[in-house]
Every structure is written in C-alpha cells, then in structure tokens.
C-alpha cells in the first residue's frame, strides 16, 4: 500500500501510548481512524483532541478481552467508514505494575487479566477481522504490537508480560504463514518496541474488578522494578515509534524494533546466539 490518504485504520489501546501515537500519525498521513480503548474518559479526551484539530476519528468504548466488544467494534467501523485497511491489535498491559511478582506468586487472578488483554486481545481481533479483509480483497494490513519482551529471554518481574509477548510474536508469525496460503493482499507486522515513554507501568488502573485489587511484589524485585520504571521514564517518545511503523508499512520487514538501545540488541542476540549454541551440542 503506498497510498494512505482516506484509508481506514482501526487501533486498540489508541487513548493513550503507542496506540494514541500511532492514530494520530494515521490521522496526519490523511487516514480515518477508529480509536479503541478500554479508559472511557482518556478515549473521549483522545477523540476530542482529534476532531478539534479536523482529524476524522470515531472512539469505540471496548474490553479487547471479550469477543463481542471486538465485534461491536467491527460493525460500527464497518457502519461508519464502510470498511477497513489496517488493524492495529495495540492494547496491552501488565508491565512492572503494582502486581508484579514471581510467577509462582502471581495470583491465577493476574494470568487471566493479563492473556485476557494481551493474548485474546489479539486473537479476537484476528477472528473477528481477519475475514473481513479476506472479504474486501484489496491490499491492508494487521500489526501486533509484540514488544522487544517478545523477542528476548523474559526478565525478573517480567515473567507473565513477557510469556503473553513471546506469544503474540509467534502468533503472528503464524498469521502470516496461514495467511500466506490464501492472499498475498494482507500483511502482517510484528511491532516490537522496547522502553517507550508511557503509562505501561500503571496498567493497573484498567484492571476490571472481577480480577480483585492485587499488591503482591516480591521484596526482592523492588529494585528490579525500580529499574524498570527507571527505563521507561528514560525511555523514546511514543510518537517515534509510530513514525517506525509508518516507514515499515511500505517496506518489507516483518519484526519492527522501534529503538537501537544497545542494551536491547544485547538481550536479543545473547537468547538467539545461546538457542544456537545449545543446538551445536
């Protein structure tokens, strides 16, 4: 696709972060929008701002954890704007929050809310518009946003976040592979950014309350996720990495890591170097 101008892109999480990053690098490249967020108020502030400034957006209040949100969300895209060119499955959460603890710690609680989102977040987005663009026929595209936790051994604290990652990464590996029988029409991006200046550590705000009010760090990671927050707070602008991904739409990669920092070149080559040595034995 080389031309974006009035092309509809649907985004989830796009209230804030990435996801409101990269709606309003679609809404400067001339596209039509369909914001999607979980934060009520964030999404109609995020909605507001862009229609005050003339951009052509719509919010759609949804829980990207529940099927029919994500098929609430299809329908009124498709009512509104008549179809769809790009689908953004952005929404994550669960990061170095509030919950954070070992994996034998963590509470069945804290899995469900986290693969809910993270995981069937963008299994229901591919169920639901997957064959809607099979239908339509024309080149678009599917991004998942993977994160670099996707790509590397996962960290201390990390453990859940990093398991639901590595998950979307070889789901969309998987994508593109069925997808590869059927059309050449649909692309599928890896999105893997790596510290990025957002609220991911404060996730926990959205956590629904059926899944309770959980504060189980292990005093052992405290530093650990100090340093974590540490690297986020130092972390790239969201709005670079919507510029990466704009510049991958024309191009021909697969994996989109959206910043160089050298410490996260290392963890990825020191799990891939270790996978090929151990197959050497």
């Known amino acids: 696709m080389n031309e974006f101008k009035d092309k509809v892109a649907v985004v989830t999480g796009a209230a804030s972060g990435i996801g409101k990053a990269i709606a309003e690098k679609f809404c400067q490249e001339g596209m039509k929008v369909v914001l999607s967020d979980i934060e ?53 959460v669960g990061f170095a929050g509030e919950s954070t603890t070992t994996l034998w710690e963590s509470l069945p609680s804290q899995w469900q809310w986290v693969f809910g989102v993270n995981i069937w977040g963008v299994i229901h987005g591919i169920h639901v518009f997957t064959p809607i663009l099979l239908k339509q026929n024309f080149d678009c595209y599917i991004i998942n946003t993977c994160s670099i936790a996707g790509l590397i051994s996962p960290q201390p604290g990390a453990g859940i976040y990093s398991i639901t990652k590595h998950a979307v990464l070889a789901l969309s590996e998987s994508l593109q592979s069925d997808l590869a029988l059927v059309t050449n ?36 990671l405290e530093q650990t996720m100090k340093n974590f927050h540490q690297l986020i707070a130092n972390g790239i602008a969201p709005n670079i990495v919507a510029e990466e991904l704009f510049r991958a739409l024309t191009g021909e990669k697969f994996y989109i890591p959206t910043d160089s920092h050298l410490l996260i070149r290392g963890f990825v080559k020191r799990r891939m170097e270790a996978i090929i040595k151990d197959f050497k034995k």
């Open 40 to 92: 009520k108020d964030l999404l109609s502030q995020t909605e507001e701002e862009l229609k005050e400034v003339g951009f052509d957006v719509i919010g759609v209040l949804t829980d990207v954890s529940k099927i029919d949100d994500i098929r609430n969300l299809a329908q009124i895209t498709l009512d509104t704007f008549g179809v769809v060119h790009v689908l953004v499955n952005n929404a994550g």
């Open 185 to 220: 029409k649909i692309k599928v991006l890896a999105l893997c950014p790596g510290f990025i200046n957002t609220k991911i550590t404060e996730s926990e705000r959205n956590r629904p309350k059926e899944f309770g009010d959980i504060k189980t760090t292990n005093p052992e």
